[in-house]
């Protein structure tokens, strides 16, 4: 039964220190999520450019 509640506390205590460094780190967070998220959608149109033959310069 200790063991339980140990790890119980322990798994609390883990969330509770990322959701604190995530908070701490939502200045550079935010941004870079934003950043791979908008890439990672512009990826195909990129990809369809690239393939009809567009210069990469103009398809990125």
Do not use: E, K
Not at 27 to 39: D, R
């Amino acid at each position: 039964m200790a063991t339980r509640c140990s790890q119980v506390i322990l798994v609390v205590v883990v969330i509770a220190g990322v959701a604190f460094g995530l908070s701490q780190l939502s200045l550079v967070v935010i941004p870079v999520l934003l950043a791979l998220i908008i890439a990672s959608a512009i990826l195909p149109l990129i990809d369809l450019m690239r393939r009809i033959h567009i210069p990469s310069i103009l398809a990125t």
